[in-house]
């Protein structure tokens, strides 16, 4: 399986962002996506996760500003974030694995896309 990312950038405090990411390969074998984060010196954290039939998963921390949703036929889950804030500024990475459930734990993940970096100024 393999795991493209895109849409991070710069935007400022208050601002919005949509991270994608599109699945290829041996597909079958996954079902939870999810797009965890993880900022310098920190360790990589949940920010959301979802399964083939559409159960979510938002962290405390993201809930009610981020998102996440997923395009079945397109292979594709998206995050949407908006009332961004500094401390958002992370690298995104989006991840993908067997399980039916939408899991915070970081080994339940056995695919990783290569990460997209999203900076939110102040």
């Known amino acids: 399986v393999q795991l493209q990312a895109s849409g991070g950038g710069v935007v400022q405090t208050g601002g919005s962002l949509r991270l994608s990411c599109a699945a290829s390969?041996?597909?079958?074998?996954?079902?939870?996506m999810g797009w965890y984060r993880q900022a310098p010196g920190n360790e990589r954290e949940l920010a959301a996760a979802?399964?083939?039939?559409?159960?979510?998963n938002h962290a405390d921390y993201v809930r009610g500003r981020f998102t996440i949703s997923r395009d079945n036929a397109k292979n594709t889950v998206y995050l949407q974030m908006n009332s961004l804030k500094p401390e958002d500024t992370a690298v995104y990475y989006c991840?993908?694995?067997?399980?039916?459930?939408?899991?915070?734990?970081?080994?339940?993940?056995?695919?990783w896309g290569q990460g997209t970096q999203v900076t939110v100024s102040s």
């Open positions: 991840a993908a694995g067997p399980r039916n459930w939408p899991s915070a734990i970081r080994t339940d993940y056995d695919y």
């Open positions: 390969g041996s597909i079958a074998s996954i079902n939870a």
């Open positions: 979802i399964t083939i039939g559409g159960a979510t």
